[in-house]
């Protein structure tokens, strides 16, 4: 996949919006080339020398990068509502549709195309689930009787034994379903959107994609049985002229294409395993009941209640189970086997924050014991020795942890010789190291001093006294350790770039990804399987205490003196601080955000109660996060302001994690814009949409539907004499004209993918959670 150019379109383009675009078209399309130049020198008979440079600009050819499909719909293994959409594939390089010239066609017309087959039009290909046909370049250019292969140009930089994989069609099939040369720019476009609500999935994502949409619509049974369709991404280069309304075929039976992406779906005629209907499930008990609030948390049900009515040990499990906490087997150092209480991070009640998971060194100091009940609570601890172990296994971590703190420990030496020296002054006004004092003397007379006889001593020499020792040396250097200069000055040298600084950035780096569960285990944030059954949607608060005891595990490697100890708890606030401002700045970063201060992330601490503030989130395990991989998340504040999203990740194909900076009033879901659906509505229709500027006459947003009757009957336009339901371009794009412009009262031009794409596009479906009943729509 070549790389896309810069494009300022996820940050310019608004959340929720998209721009389109007819193409992307290089300023030198791939393939073959060559310069020529020649000169002439009219003097001497007119002798023409001429010179020749030939060179490739490579671009995909027989085969694409995996990584370059974003999204596929619908989407790969799905079963559902298909007969009235137009599945499509969305490319995240935006130039790749347009990389290759096609013979006959004017710029701008792709070399791609997406057929929607089914197994009776595929002919061989029967091992693998779409049909191809895994082979040799040199393999499917042979020649072969019965089969039409493309006259393809194959560039120099492949080989005849490149791998590449193939499919063949039937020839009359492939008539039927190929989209002619002249209709097949209306059926790929350019897509510009916001990427900031949605997983980063290890594109370099600037907003830009390329969609190619299939000109059929997905064959049904007409029964209750579903139809297996095959969607297939090929190249049509070297096939130009079959590309027409009457192709000779040179009596093949069956035509050979390239095959860069593919995938298959189950279409049903009754609604099935769509978006609706799997987000409308997330919001369901398995009962079936409309879920309420309390059921949205993650958390247990528990078997008791919480009521005056109930016993008191029924009623302390009640409460446990309602503030998240499970029992798991406990193993106590005396060898006792009992269990103990333990809570994740993710919890489903605003925590109390406590100082001590802070400032323990030891995991043991985190163990909470309940005298009335006899039980333990071993959930600060179980972060503490998480912090630790994963620290330990991090060999990069841990020599950078300790160069920080090694450090720092010999600025605190340095400070300390410095204050207690009595060979430098004490009241802070001279020099404040010995060769500085020493520097002071060159400045004086000291070269007359030099030359000028030495004088013969009036009065005995005898050696200046030395100061007496501290009474208690450790005493002194804790006192020195506690002070007030100590501390600032430690703390000013974490964030100078000449002090501790180049140690500190990549701890803060390491503990800020840790703050954000990055590194820990998905069985210390979901222990038991029953938090989170399939096909559900659990919210959460993030426990600042467990992340306060998972980072002081992590931090309290290397401590190996009472000393190692105190110091670490002085310089402890300053890395928490930077570390907690890199976590927070972490998902722009890897989304290649430069616009803020690159050195802000791990400066000193700005303010008191610098850091993260309250987190929350959300864990949604669904067929909705494998089939819309680019699932669109938005969280708002009360006042409709969007939340920041610290993560979003796929912790599994159908886990999707997500970590809000605040407190939410609406969580959205929603079907990603660069991924919407293509098709009709019910009866075979679609809405018309505004397609004038907003300072027209009419106000109307650009695409925004012109009225609940203004529509258009897109299914009357289809290729005749065909089994399948194929548009055809030559008949539709006049209907639409004519359609758009009664509807507009005025003359739009022609009509381009682009608008196309606008008028045929489905309006992206959501699910939104908001108020305070938990109310869901």
């Given at each position: 996949?070549?790389?896309?150019?810069?494009?300022?379109?996820?940050?310019?383009?608004?959340?929720?919006?998209?721009?389109?675009?007819?193409?992307?078209?290089?300023?030198?399309?791939?393939?073959?080339?060559?310069?020529?130049?020649?000169?002439?020198?009219?003097?001497?008979?007119?002798?023409?020398?001429?010179?020749?440079?030939?060179?490739?600009?490579?671009?995909?050819?027989?085969?694409?990068?995996?990584?370059?499909?974003?999204?596929?719909?619908?989407?790969?293994?799905?079963?559902?509502?298909?007969?009235?959409?137009?599945?499509?594939?969305?490319?995240?390089?935006?130039?790749?549709?347009?990389?290759?010239?096609?013979?006959?066609?004017?710029?701008?017309?792709?070399?791609?195309?997406?057929?929607?087959?089914?197994?009776?039009?595929?002919?061989?290909?029967?091992?693998?689930?779409?049909?191809?046909?895994?082979?040799?370049?040199?393999?499917?250019?042979?020649?072969?009787?019965?089969?039409?292969?493309?006259?393809?140009?194959?560039?120099?930089?492949?080989?005849?034994?490149?791998?590449?994989?193939?499919?063949?069609?039937?020839?009359?099939?492939?008539?039927?379903?190929?989209?002619?040369?002249?209709?097949?720019?209306?059926?790929?476009?350019?897509?510009?959107?916001?990427?900031?609500?949605?997983?980063?999935?290890?594109?370099?994502?600037?907003?830009?994609?390329?969609?190619?949409?299939?000109?059929?619509?997905?064959?049904?049974?007409?029964?209750?049985?579903?139809?297996?369709?095959?969607?297939?991404?090929?190249?049509?280069?070297?096939?130009?002229?079959?590309?027409?309304?009457?192709?000779?075929?040179?009596?093949?039976?069956?035509?050979?294409?390239?095959?860069?992406?593919?995938?298959?779906?189950?279409?049903?005629?009754?609604?099935?395993?769509?978006?609706?209907?799997?987000?409308?499930?997330?919001?369901?008990?398995?009962?079936?009941?409309?879920?309420?609030?309390?059921?949205?948390?993650?958390?247990?049900?528990?078997?008791?209640?919480?009521?005056?009515?109930?016993?008191?040990?029924?009623?302390?499990?009640?409460?446990?189970?309602?503030?998240?906490?499970?029992?798991?087997?406990?193993?106590?150092?005396?060898?006792?086997?009992?269990?103990?209480?333990?809570?994740?991070?993710?919890?489903?009640v605003l925590p109390v924050a406590t100082a001590q998971a802070a400032r323990?060194?030891?995991?043991?100091?985190?163990i909470g014991y309940d005298p009335a009940w006899g039980t333990f609570d071993?959930?600060?601890?179980?972060?503490?020795?998480?912090?630790?172990?994963?620290?330990?296994?991090?060999?990069?971590?841990?020599?950078?942890?300790l160069e920080l703190k090694h450090a720092a420990r010999h600025l605190v030496?340095?400070?300390?010789?410095?204050?207690?020296?009595?060979?430098?002054?004490?009241?802070?006004?001279?020099?404040?190291?010995?060769?500085?004092?020493?520097?002071?003397?060159?400045?004086?007379?000291?070269?007359?001093?030099?030359?000028?006889?030495?004088?013969?001593?009036?009065?005995?020499?005898?050696?200046?006294?030395?100061?007496?020792?501290?009474?208690?040396?450790?005493?002194?250097?804790?006192?020195?350790?506690?002070?007030?200069?100590?501390?600032?000055?430690?703390?000013?040298?974490?964030?100078?770039?000449?002090?501790?600084?180049?140690?500190?950035?990549?701890?803060?780096?390491?503990?800020?990804?840790?703050?954000?569960?990055?590194?820990?285990?998905?069985?210390?944030?979901?222990?038991?399987?029953?938090?989170?059954?399939?096909?559900?949607?659990?919210?959460?608060?993030?426990?600042?205490?467990?992340?306060?005891?998972?980072?002081?595990?992590?931090?309290?490697?290397?401590?190996?003196?009472?000393?190692?100890?105190?110091?670490?708890?002085?310089?402890?606030?300053?890395?928490?601080?930077?570390?907690?401002?890199?976590?927070?700045?972490?998902?722009?970063?890897?989304?290649?955000?430069?616009?803020?201060?690159?050195?802000?992330?791990?400066?000193?601490?700005?303010?008191?109660?610098?850091?993260?503030?309250?987190?929350?989130?959300?864990?949604?395990?669904?067929?909705?996060?494998?089939?819309?991989?680019?699932?669109?998340?938005?969280?708002?504040?009360?006042?409709?302001?969007?939340?920041?999203?610290?993560?979003?990740?796929?912790?599994?194909?159908?886990?999707?994690?997500?970590?809000?900076?605040?407190?939410?009033?609406?969580?959205?879901?929603?079907?990603?814009?660069?991924?919407?659906?293509?098709?009709?509505?019910?009866?075979?229709?679609?809405?018309?949409?505004?397609?004038?500027?907003?300072?027209?006459?009419?106000?109307?947003?650009?695409?925004?539907?012109?009225?609940?009757?203004?529509?258009?009957?897109?299914?009357?336009?289809?290729?005749?004499?065909?089994?399948?339901?194929?548009?055809?371009?030559?008949?539709?794009?006049?209907?639409?004209?004519?359609?758009?412009?009664?509807?507009?009262?005025?003359?739009?031009?022609?009509?381009?993918?682009?608008?196309?794409?606008?008028?045929?596009?489905?309006?992206?479906?959501?699910?939104?959670?908001?108020?305070?009943?938990?109310?869901?729509?």
């Open positions: 996949m070549s790389p896309s150019p810069p494009h300022p379109a996820r940050d310019t383009i608004p959340v929720g919006d998209i721009e389109l675009h007819d193409n992307y078209l290089p300023a030198l399309p791939a393939g073959d080339h060559r310069v020529e130049v020649t000169h002439t020198l009219w003097t001497g008979g007119g002798k023409t020398f001429t010179a020749v440079q030939r060179f490739t600009v490579r671009g995909p050819q027989v085969a694409i990068d995996t990584a370059a499909v974003v999204a596929k719909q619908p989407p790969d293994a799905s079963s559902g509502l298909y007969a009235e959409v137009l599945p499509h594939l969305v490319l995240g390089d935006p130039m790749l549709p347009w990389e290759r010239a096609v013979r006959g066609a004017p710029a701008g017309t792709p070399w791609l195309a997406l057929l929607v087959l089914t197994d009776d039009q595929l002919v061989g290909g029967t091992t693998a689930p779409t049909r191809t046909i895994t082979g040799t370049v040199g393999d499917f250019l042979a020649g072969d009787p019965a089969v039409l292969k493309p006259e393809l140009a194959v560039e120099a930089d492949i080989g005849d034994t490149d791998p590449c994989a193939y499919i063949q069609v039937a020839a009359t099939e492939f008539h039927a379903v190929a989209p002619r040369l002249e209709e097949l720019r209306f059926w790929t476009h350019c897509r510009g959107a916001n990427t900031g609500d949605r997983a980063i999935l290890g594109l370099k994502e600037d907003g830009l994609f390329a969609v190619v949409v299939a000109n059929r619509f997905p064959a049904t049974a007409g029964s209750t049985a579903a139809t297996k369709n095959i969607v297939h991404l090929v190249s049509l280069e070297g096939h130009e002229k079959i590309l027409v309304d009457d192709p000779d075929f040179q009596g093949r039976t069956s035509v050979a294409l390239l095959s860069l992406a593919s995938w298959s779906f189950w279409a049903y005629p009754d609604r099935q395993a769509d978006f609706a209907d799997l987000a409308e499930g997330l919001t369901r008990t398995p009962d079936g009941d409309q879920a309420g609030r309390d059921e949205m948390w993650l958390r247990l049900a528990s078997p008791y209640q919480d009521t005056d009515g109930t016993p008191a040990p029924r009623r302390q499990v009640a409460r446990r189970l309602n503030d998240g906490y499970l029992p798991l087997p406990y193993l106590t150092r005396s060898g006792e086997a009992t269990y103990a209480w333990y809570r994740g991070p993710l919890t489903p323990a060194t030891t995991a043991d100091a985190l071993m959930s600060l601890a179980t972060a503490f020795e998480t912090g630790r172990a994963l620290a330990v296994a991090d060999a990069a971590f841990a020599q950078h942890l030496d340095t400070l300390y010789h410095q204050a207690t020296s009595t060979h430098l002054p004490q009241d802070g006004d001279g020099p404040d190291t010995a060769r500085a004092a020493f520097g002071l003397l060159l400045g004086g007379d000291l070269l007359t001093a030099l030359g000028t006889p030495p004088a013969r001593p009036t009065a005995p020499w005898s050696p200046p006294a030395p100061a007496a020792p501290p009474a208690d040396p450790t005493q002194a250097l804790d006192d020195f350790l506690r002070s007030d200069a100590t501390r600032e000055a430690l703390t000013g040298a974490l964030a100078d770039g000449d002090g501790l600084k180049e140690h500190l950035t990549p701890v803060a780096r390491w503990l800020g990804r840790l703050m954000l569960l990055h590194p820990v285990p998905f069985t210390h944030l979901v222990p038991d399987e029953r938090l989170l059954p399939q096909e559900s949607l659990r919210f959460f608060h993030v426990d600042p205490s467990w992340l306060d005891a998972l980072v002081s595990g992590a931090f309290s490697i290397g401590a190996q003196s009472s000393r190692d100890t105190l110091q670490d708890q002085i310089v402890a606030d300053a890395v928490r601080s930077a570390a907690a401002r890199t976590a927070a700045a972490h998902r722009d970063t890897l989304r290649g955000d430069t616009s803020g201060d690159p050195d802000a992330a791990t400066g000193a601490p700005t303010e008191a109660g610098d850091g993260l503030g309250p987190v929350t989130g959300l864990l949604l395990r669904s067929a909705l996060v494998s089939g819309w991989p680019n699932l669109a998340v938005r969280a708002a504040a009360p006042d409709g302001t969007p939340l920041p999203v610290l993560r979003m990740d796929h912790l599994a194909p159908t886990v999707l994690l997500c970590l809000f900076g605040g407190l939410p009033a609406m969580v959205e879901l929603r079907e990603p814009q660069e991924g919407f659906r293509f098709g009709v509505e019910d009866h075979g229709v679609i809405p018309l949409r505004n397609m004038l500027p907003p300072d027209s006459p009419t106000g109307r947003r650009l695409g925004e539907q012109l009225g609940a009757d203004v529509t258009f009957p897109v299914l009357d336009h289809l290729r005749t004499g065909t089994g399948g339901r194929v548009l055809d371009i030559g008949s539709l794009i006049p209907a639409l004209t004519a359609a758009l412009e009664t509807a507009h009262g005025t003359t739009l031009g022609p009509i381009g993918p682009a608008d196309l794409a606008m008028q045929m596009v489905k309006v992206p479906e959501a699910v939104h959670f908001t108020g305070p009943d938990g109310d869901r729509r």
